[in-house]
């Protein structure tokens, strides 16, 4: 489904709102991961990454999809339900997610922001080559103290992300992030394999001088 353009929206987001697809009303309440301002046709609009609970995150921007704030909801005040007897009745409280039962397991990293995959990595409106390089970069990331303190340094873009997060706040979340890093890449190479375009695979393998990020692109491939 292609979304249509709405340059009448001039809603706002600022990272951290809780929005809705008015169109994908089955993903659920989004939560604004993060917010770039851009420019299309000469409208001011915003290039938005969200994270939806049955969909996962999502790039969208605010020129083509009218999003909408999700209503409050009072946390303390547990959902209500009629009962066949007329009476009033408390529903069960919501279950955690898996993945905010891994964080609860495995430390107190809340900070998605410290995992979601960057822009330049899902950004829709790149081409899907530009995707692919910029994937490919990460790979020279890794839980080593050097590597690690970059890929802080660009997830943040704190000049000293010690300075908001301990050290094993960072290794707890870089391997979320090379999780997901890893199922992003197996998903740009199927794309480009469905377009039937081997020979820029071939070329890219040929190209890629960092051992890891090579073992990864060839993983890719053999899926």
């Not at 009303?25 to 420019?39: C, L, M, Y």
């Not at 199922?183 to 695979?201: A, G």
């Amino acid at each position: 489904m292609v979304d249509r353009p709405n340059p009448g929206s001039s809603e706002h987001f600022d990272r951290g709102a809780a929005v809705v697809h008015p169109a994908r009303p089955e993903w659920g309440v989004g939560t604004v991961r993060q917010a770039s301002p851009t420019t299309v046709n000469g409208q001011k609009a915003q290039r938005l990454r969200i994270d939806f609970p049955n969909k996962g995150p999502v790039t969208l921007n605010t020129s083509a999809v009218a999003l909408r704030r999700a209503p409050p909801q009072t946390a303390a005040s547990p959902a209500t339900l009629p009962s066949p007897s007329g009476k009033t009745s408390v529903s069960a409280p919501p279950t955690k997610s898996w993945l905010q039962e891994l964080e609860s397991a495995n430390g107190s990293v809340t900070d998605r922001n410290l995992w979601d995959l960057p822009g330049d990595l899902t950004n829709p409106f790149s081409a899907i080559e530009q995707r692919l390089e910029a994937t490919l970069r990460t790979y020279r990331f890794s839980t080593e103290p050097g590597p690690l303190f970059e890929w802080a340094v660009v997830q943040t873009g704190l000049d000293d992300p010690l300075t908001r997060h301990t050290r094993v706040e960072l290794e707890q979340a870089f391997p979320r992030f090379a999780r997901d890093r890893d199922q992003h890449l197996r998903d740009l190479v199927r794309q480009l394999k469905r377009r039937n375009d081997h020979p820029y695979l071939k070329q890219t393998l040929g190209r890629v001088k960092h051992p890891v990020a090579r073992a990864a692109l060839q993983r890719a491939i053999r899926d």
